[in-house]
């Protein structure tokens, strides 16, 4: 498989992924990327994830719409928009393309929060095997963020992922529960969340599973598309899709 000129190769990217790797650019217009492999890894427990009272209400309210994979393209260009400090984005345009690229060959998703019919907060990465690699995510409401990231909880554990990566701690995420572990124990958790479920990607069959007459071509690729099938299907096992959400994070929250 090829990429097109300038694109990051989606088998490097995978395996960069694999192997506890990611990239990042200086800015919005470098052409560089830089692999990194910080010494502190910050992951959300998926069985930690904390669900205040007030998102749980938020939640319930169904206050935002909940879509995946309907704005990938979208998603991307608001988190690589300019930062709330004035910073430049680590998102460049060649990071950007080549995760589109990942999109398409189905090992990249999105989860949107829509209000009105506006996109206005939402989140992206990648998932492999029993792993979701949280890339970044933003919000233009309150709480649009944090929705979507409940939304994202809910759905890896009915698939039975077992680890999710958020790569750096910050205030926002460690108060939903993430921790901040060693890059070393990072890579001992990767590698037991890449076991093989027989002859096919693990993540890509629990989300194939959840498909059933799911739409798409996704049978063909090495990951499924179906991430925004499996939300569905969550959705319709319960009157509500945000009590199913809530249902499902206050089990052990």
């Given at each position: 498989?090829?990429?097109?000129?300038?694109?990051?190769?989606?088998e490097?990217?995978?395996?960069?992924?694999?192997?506890?790797?990611?990239?990042?650019?200086?800015?919005?217009?470098?052409?560089?990327?830089?692999?990194?492999?910080?010494?502190?890894?910050?992951?959300?427990?998926?069985?930690?994830?904390?669900?205040?009272?007030?998102?749980?209400?938020?939640?319930?309210?169904?206050?935002?719409?909940?879509?995946?994979?309907?704005?990938?393209?979208?998603?991307?260009?608001?988190?690589?928009?300019?930062?709330?400090?004035?910073?430049?984005?680590?998102?460049?345009?060649?990071?950007?393309?080549?995760?589109?690229?990942?999109?398409?060959?189905?090992?990249?998703?999105?989860?949107?929060?829509?209000?009105?019919?506006?996109?206005?907060?939402?989140?992206?990465?990648?998932?492999?095997?029993?792993?979701?690699?949280?890339?970044?995510?933003?919000?233009?409401?309150?709480?649009?963020?944090?929705?979507?990231?409940?939304?994202?909880?809910?759905?890896?554990?009915?698939?039975?992922?077992?680890?999710?990566?958020?790569?750096?701690?910050?205030?926002?995420?460690?108060?939903?529960?993430?921790?901040?572990?060693?890059?070393?124990?990072?890579?001992?958790l990767l590698?037991?969340?890449?076991?093989?479920?027989?002859?096919?990607?693990?993540?890509?069959?629990?989300?194939?599973?959840?498909?059933?007459?799911?739409?798409?071509?996704?049978?063909a690729?090495?990951?499924?598309?179906?991430?925004?099938?499996?939300?569905?299907?969550?959705?319709?096992?319960?009157?509500?899709?945000?009590?199913?959400?809530?249902?499902?994070?206050t089990?052990?929250?």
């Amino acid at each position: 498989m090829h990429a097109p000129a300038g694109l990051i190769e989606p088998e490097l990217l995978m395996l960069a992924y694999r192997s506890g790797i990611f990239p990042m650019a200086d800015s919005r217009d470098d052409e560089e990327v830089f692999w990194v492999e910080p010494r502190r890894r910050a992951i959300l427990p998926l069985d930690g994830f904390h669900l205040s009272r007030s998102l749980a209400k938020v939640v319930r309210r169904e206050t935002f719409e909940v879509t995946c994979n309907r704005a990938f393209a979208e998603v991307m260009q608001a988190c690589a928009g300019p930062r709330s400090d004035g910073g430049d984005t680590w998102i460049s345009g060649r990071i950007e393309a080549s995760y589109r690229r990942l999109h398409e060959l189905g090992a990249a998703h999105s989860i949107e929060c829509w209000q009105g019919g506006e996109l206005v907060g939402g989140l992206y990465g990648v998932g492999f095997d029993r792993v979701f690699c949280g890339e970044s995510m933003f919000s233009r409401r309150t709480d649009a963020s944090k929705v979507a990231l409940a939304w994202l909880v809910a759905a890896l554990r009915r698939a039975g992922v077992e680890l999710l990566d958020c790569q750096f701690i910050t205030p926002h995420l460690a108060s939903m529960g993430a921790v901040e572990i060693t890059q070393g124990r990072y890579i001992k958790l990767l590698n037991a969340a890449q076991r093989v479920a027989g002859d096919g990607d693990a993540f890509g069959a629990a989300l194939g599973a959840a498909t059933g007459d799911g739409e798409g071509d996704g049978a063909a690729l090495s990951l499924p598309e179906g991430f925004g099938a499996l939300l569905a299907d969550a959705a319709a096992s319960s009157s509500s899709p945000g009590n199913f959400i809530a249902q499902s994070l206050t089990q052990t929250s």
